[in-house]
């Protein structure tokens, strides 16, 4: 029976450390539970999770993670100081330990826990520090924190479904276009060589796929080189962000693709509205902010002059109907957040009902790029074909 590790809180704010032995990790939780203990850590005696374990920077799951055990730790009641002197001896030997230090040091010197937070030169986004701000004003910094860690977790989530739906297309495209190079590179050429000379009295299908062939046989080493410049070069390109969000904003352009594209800028701002509003932050700073979540600019220029309209009096419903934001069922919604004063949670709900129409319209790209990809390497695959078979007739023509 392996022995599990924990930390955790009592009923009366106090942290609690030990050991007990147990079957599984649920069992040590349900055993802990059982004596009204509130765990924010339990691992296996002897080992450390993979977050733990890592020395590099620190990620974003990691930032998570700290916020999310902030807001566990405040939620028990337990003081900041030594809430993070718990969080900083749990972190030993892992990159947050040094911001964890700056904060501790920050908190004994008096400041609050918003300025604690932003001397941590963690890079967190803006609306956390918001969040932590209103929370501070609002005496319910536990109830802040746990909603700036739901929005980091959304945002993760909206990321990592785009890059899943889009390895497989990339994987058969990648896959596709070696093929068809070793075709002309090596395949092609063994049938030049037994026309050289007559390649011009060839059908115009069969000397286009033929000299082709011939070019990338001669300059096959140069031809890697400039496929492996250009994967480079792609890869450096993605990791540019200005490089990155032209790419994104000309594809939010086109028919499909830019539908899938808005979609997730729209569930994107309104969760994050709809976090921000019931944290208590203000919603000129909350639309602000709002504004600076999204990609693309043209979404960000229109959250802008919502902000605009909505200072200058104008309801939020009708600023961004006048911007075209929301379609009519999300409008909807939105007026009755606002009649009935629970503007954030409905706002949370169009956040869902745009998150969920996001992933339908991912599914319905992924189905649409497969076949599109197969068809265009059939088409290349087939013209090589009738290439070839073109000039071997002509090769049993000359025989003859």
């Known amino acids: 029976m392996p022995d599990y590790s924990f930390r955790a809180a009592t009923a009366d704010g106090r942290v609690e450390t030990g050991q007990l032995s147990a079957d599984s990790t649920d069992e040590a939780m349900r055993l802990l539970e059982d004596r009204l203990l509130l765990v924010f850590e339990l691992k296996e005696s002897g080992t450390q999770t993979n977050s733990r374990r890592s020395r590099g920077k620190v ?47 920050a908190i004994h010197a008096g400041e609050g826990f918003s300025a604690a937070l932003a001397k941590t030169e963690l890079k967190l986004p803006e609306y956390v520090f918001a969040m932590v701000r209103a929370g501070e004003a ?11 860690a739901d929005q980091m977790e959304f945002d993760a ?11 497989y297309p990339i994987i058969l495209i990648s896959t596709g276009s070696i093929a068809i190079l070793f075709i002309f590179s090596f395949v092609v050429p063994r049938f030049a060589g037994l026309l050289k000379g007559r390649i ?3 059908p115009w299908i069969s000397e286009v796929v033929l000299r082709t062939g011939m070019f990338f046989n001669a300059h096959f080493v140069e031809t890697l080189v400039l496929l492996g410049a250009l994967v480079f070069g ?41 976090m921000l509003l019931q944290s208590r932050v203000a919603i000129l700073g909350a639309l602000e902010l709002a504004a600076g979540s999204v990609r693309l600019r043209q979404t960000a ?49 169009v956040a869902h009902y745009w998150s969920d129409k996001n992933q339908s319209l991912q599914r319905r790209v992924v189905s649409l790029i497969e076949p599109a990809s197969i068809l265009i390497l059939g088409i290349v695959i087939g013209f090589v074909m009738v290439g070839v078979v073109l000039a071997m007739t002509s090769l049993t023509e000359v025989k003859f």
């Open 59 to 105: 990620g974003h799951a990691d930032l998570v993670m700290l916020i999310r055990e902030l807001a566990t730790l405040a939620n028990a009641g337990i003081s900041l100081a030594e809430a993070l002197e718990t969080l900083k001896d749990a972190s030993r030997d892992t990159p947050l330990s040094v911001p964890l230090g700056r904060m501790l040091t």
């Open 138 to 148: 609002t005496s319910n910094l536990g109830l802040a924190l746990s909603r700036a």
């Open 157 to 167: 989530k909206m990321r990592s479904q785009t890059r899943e739906a889009l390895v």
């Open 200 to 202: 011009q009295n060839l």
């Open 234 to 274: 792609g890869i450096i390109a993605a990791r540019n962000p200005v490089l990155r969000i032209r790419v994104i904003e000309a594809a939010a352009r086109m028919p499909i693709l830019g539908e899938w594209i808005n979609s997730g800028e729209t569930a994107r701002w309104t969760n994050g509205l709809a």
């Open 301 to 349: 220029a229109k959250l802008e002059d919502v902000r605009t309209q909505v200072n200058r009096g104008r309801k939020l419903s009708q600023a961004i109907e006048h911007q075209r934001l929301l379609e009519p069922t999300s409008l909807s919604m939105i007026r009755v957040g606002e009649q009935s004063g629970e503007l954030g949670p409905m706002l949370q709900h």
